[in-house]
């Protein structure tokens, strides 16, 4: 690429080199901007007579080009890719959707010198409409060898970001308590339906039990065959372990201990269990603050009906210190 100083009468189509102000200040046009014939004519009015544009050399690639073919390749799922400006794209969710990122695809495109990526975090819950990721390239023009080269790992790589869609999704919900499931109801269903506002839901199913094994896998299979998107037990007690009354009524219920222990501060205690698809999952304590805990983490991929697994839970880790 270089920079060129040309008649401003030749400028439509050129790229510019350097913003230009106004001589009071106020910016009149951006760095990188494309002139139009109408642009021309404005810099005309401006008492301007030559201007500084950049030219491409042989085997460059125009910046907006680049980051167009990156972002329509770097996601799937309900997104639209949008130019903005400063030689950047953004994705775009179209429906409310949770994020998923192949981080390590990630890190590995990030380390290419022609283009730059900047993605939500993975599992985070976004409404249509939401950026979910932009495509930054660097100014003005990319090698096309260097954008090749990127374009190459992600047709074998595949997307490093899934926008999942969350349609109608539906939320089961079992209060516990070893006297009373009423009072476990009493205690938890204010937090439970502050919680799930966030991502505009209510309990569509619920149910209260005392919390011995025969109860609560009586409650649990009702609320399994309702086929919801994620059963939450609310309980007042918190578990030594999976061998405790809610992991052993998830065993009767012939589910799958997928986790225990999550390495996420409010939230350690989670018991992850599948019954076939339908998630369970008992977060004790975390029903008694409406603080971020690691029901905010795992629920959005949940609602979107992606089967969370027992590695991705340990992997919350890194960042997974919420207080």
């Known amino acids: 690429m ?15 080199c350097c913003t230009i102000f106004r001589p009071g200040g ?10 139009s014939e109408e642009d021309v004519r404005l810099l005309e009015t401006e008492g301007m007579q ?7 050399d042989e ?35 179209t429906e409310d959707c ?12 990030n380390c290419a010198a022609s283009v730059v990526i900047a993605t939500a975090s993975n599992f985070s819950f976004a409404r249509a409409g939401d950026r979910v990721a932009t495509v930054k390239s660097a100014p003005f023009a990319v090698h096309r060898q260097q954008l090749d080269a990127v374009v190459s790992i992600l047709a074998e790589r595949g997307p490093i970001l899934q926008a999942r869609p969350v349609r109608e999704p539906s939320i089961a919900v ?16 204010p937090i439970m339906r502050q919680r799930l506002e966030k991502f505009g839901l209510s309990p569509r199913y619920s149910l209260s039990a005392v919390e011995n094994e025969e109860s609560v896998t009586k409650a649990l299979g009702h609320l399994v065959r309702a086929n919801p998107a994620v059963i939450l037990v609310a309980s007042t007690t918190a578990p030594a372990g999976p061998d405790d009354v809610i992991g052993r009524a998830m065993v009767n219920l012939g589910a799958h201990l997928e986790r225990f222990l999550a390495p996420v501060e409010p939230g350690n205690l989670l018991l992850l269990g599948y019954k076939d698809h339908v ?3 008992s977060a004790p304590g975390c029903f008694r603050s409406a ?23 340990a992997c919350l880790g890194h960042g997974g210190l919420l207080v």
């Open 98 to 109: 949770c994020i998923l990122v192949d981080d390590d695809l990630l890190k590995q495109i």
């Open 26 to 35: 106020k910016k009149l046009l951006s760095k990188g901007h494309v002139l």
């Open 2 to 16: 270089r920079a060129l100083t040309i008649d401003i009468k030749q400028a439509s189509g050129r790229v510019l």
């Open 50 to 56: 030559t201007i500084w544009v950049t030219e491409l």
């Open 291 to 313: 603080k971020s805990n690691v029901v905010d983490l795992v629920l959005p991929p949940m609602l979107a009906r992606y089967r969370v697994s027992g590695w991705e839970i």
């Open 174 to 189: 079992l209060y516990s308590d070893h006297c009373s499931g009423d009072r476990a109801r009493l205690l938890f269903e």
């Open 59 to 93: 085997g460059e690639v125009s910046e907006d080009e680049a980051v167009l073919h990156v972002g329509a390749r770097i996601g799937c799922g309900a997104l639209e890719v949008r130019l903005a400006a400063g030689g950047r794209s953004n994705l775009i969710a």
């Open 279 to 281: 998630p369970i999952v």
